[in-house]
């Protein structure tokens, strides 16, 4: 018999596998060409030619040892490639010492939490967020405590930060360019957010989630983390920026500022191992690590937001342009989200609504999908609207 935990979750499930599912049912019954399936956060962008001739290449080297294990943190010269990029984008001097190879984010985020949390420690999360911080959290003993971001900016409250600090909190995660809202913190807010942290009597680290930091719209650059926050921790992953996200390849960072660095970075390390992760995928680490200036084709996914933005101002529904990242974040007509879901189900539209992410009153539209699936959704949106009429 499976645990009574997890059985409770899995029953509980997440709105990202029910809309799948429902996904699968309408795709059955109608065609997949005729279903407007916004609801999965996969990116469909293949990753850059020069990444995949990098992959065979290194795929085919026949030297002795490249399929064994190495330091549980990564391969050294790996991860001094990597401390060289983020010292010279952020100005801030790392060293390879300071970086663990991941499984992705997600390993980087587990590695972060189990190196950082004792039993009923509490990790600040801010709605909206992705949903796995949650689960995260509690596999490493923690009690996730939720901050709402402001309803109209969907940006964070140094202030409401601020009243939920208690003598338990350890961590605060943050995420930017964000999933689900699209919105960038800038330098002055992570300036604000330091600076209230740093006036706590305890040490409180940032865990910065960072996934989406390269797929930026409108010109924009995200504002380097390591420069502005002290407590810092970031977990990258190339699954977004190369479009590699079922390699599972990314990195934990700690910053030199970071209060006991040296300790976290030998503790990652060891958690990295006991995880069960053992060390980040052999190959892809070498991968990267020849690819570190490369991304996707960014121009293609910002053709593809503006014309959803497009399609559904059209329908009137509001609609702020995502400054980054793959998601749209759409009010609803009303605080019910979940009907909304259903009535746009109906429409054969297929979307996440906000409480999946802490946040009721919107729903999340990702806009990693063809030019075709947005543009022959309008009249959809259309006959949505004409409910809300
Ligand atoms: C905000 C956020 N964090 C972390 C992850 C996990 O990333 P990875 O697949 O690199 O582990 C995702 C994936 O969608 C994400 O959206």
Known sequence: MISKKISNKMASGSWIRKMFEEGARLKALHGAENVYDFSLGNPDLEPPEQVLETISRL?????????????????????????????????IELNENLICMTV??????????????????????????????????????????????????????????????????KAIIINSPNNPSGKIYSAELLQEIDRMLLAQKN????????????????????????KWLTNLLVCFSWSKSLSLPGERIGFLA??????????????????????????????????????????????????????????IRQAGFEADAPEGGLYVFMKTPNDDDIRFADICAQERILLVPGRGFGFSGYVRLCFAVPEQTITASAQAFANVAQVYA
């Open 59 to 91: 795929a085919s080297t026949q030297e002795t040892g490249t399929h064994g294990y190495m330091n549980n943190a990564g391969y050294p010269a790996v991860r001094a490639a990597i401390a060289a990029d983020l010292t010279a984008r952020s100005g």
């Open 203 to 226: 040490t409180i680290y940032v865990i910065s989630d960072e996934p989406y930091i390269d797929l930026v719209y409108d010109g924009r650059k995200t504002p380097e983390s390591l």
């Open 104 to 169: 992705g984010a997600a390993g980087g985020l587990n590695v972060a939490l189990k190196s950082l949390l004792d039993p009923g420690d509490e990790v600040i999360v801010l709605a909206p967020y992705f949903v796995e911080y949650l689960s995260y959290i509690d596999n490493h003993g923690g009690v996730p405590v939720v901050v709402d971001c402001d309803r109209t900016s969907l940006l964070p409250v140094a202030e409401a930060i601020q009243q939920a600090i208690t003598d338990r909190t």
């Open 254 to 311: 700690i910053s030199p500022r970071a209060e006991d660095h040296d300790e976290l970075a030998a503790a990652a390390a060891y958690c990295n191992r006991t995880l069960g992760f053992v060390n980040a995928p052999a190959l892809f680490q070498r991968v990267i690590a020849e690819s570190l200036g490369a991304k996707v084709d960014v121009a293609r996914y910002e053709r593809r937001r503006d014309l959803l933005i497009e399609v």
